[in-house]
């Protein structure tokens, strides 16, 4: 082989060289480029499918793990948990627990609402009988009966059964209450649902032991 044909098949080798090079490059890119697509189409679906989506605390602040509900559910689920805190505090007490239990009631409903009731208790003799009488006054929630979660305030109405105790013997009034709720910011642990309760309005209605 002559000295020109080496050095021209030298050159072919170095052309063909950067030619597969060029290609590896080439396919390397393109390989990223599509896992790179493929990722942000998995991203941009994940974050379709989560819309209108929340997901649960609990009272501490923390993520429940794996425990996602729609909006909607979650609303209502912390609604009537917040009416029924509100609804005990507002309507339960004994000697030791007046002060304590309005105290608690004022940090889930507005003060003007809150008093009305209060003052009533006071009016009709209820605090007097548990304070001088011994009487033990209970309250506990039902169920929500409406609640309208289209938008704030969300307006609601529940019911609740107050057991009075005088000695052995218990008198049972059913509750009604009816309010809107609006957000303000959730207060560990006075207020861990993040709801206040304003003009809220109740009524008590006697029941027959059977019920």
């Not at 002559?2 to 393109?30: H, N, P, Q």
């Amino acid at each position: 082989m002559s000295k020109k044909t080496e050095i021209l098949k030298g050159y072919d080798d170095y052309i063909e060289g950067k030619r597969s090079s060029k290609f590896a490059m080439f396919l390397v890119a393109g390989v990223c480029l599509l896992v790179t697509v493929i990722a942000l189409i998995l991203n941009f679906l994940t974050n379709i499918e989560s819309l209108g989506q929340v997901q649960v605390i609990d009272s501490s602040g923390r993520a429940v793990p794996a425990e996602v509900k729609r909006r909607d559910e979650v609303l209502l689920a912390t609604a009537q948990q917040h009416v029924a805190n509100a609804m005990f505090n507002l309507n339960s007490f004994d000697r030791a627990t007046i002060n304590e239990n309005q105290a608690k009631a004022y940090f889930l409903v507005e003060k003007k609402s809150a008093d009305r009731i209060f003052s009533s208790f006071n009016t009709t003799g209820a605090y007097n009988d548990a304070i001088r009488n011994g009487f033990i006054y209970k309250a506990e929630f039902a169920k929500l009966t409406k609640f309208d979660g289209e938008k704030e305030p969300y307006a609601f109405e529940a019911e609740g059964i107050l057991t009075v105790t005088d000695g052995s013997r218990e008198i049972k009034n059913k509750i009604v209450g009816k309010g809107l709720l609006r957000y303000i910011t959730p207060s560990y642990p006075t207020n861990p649902q993040g709801f206040i309760i304003v003009d809220y309005l109740q009524t008590y209605e006697p029941l027959n032991q059977e019920e």
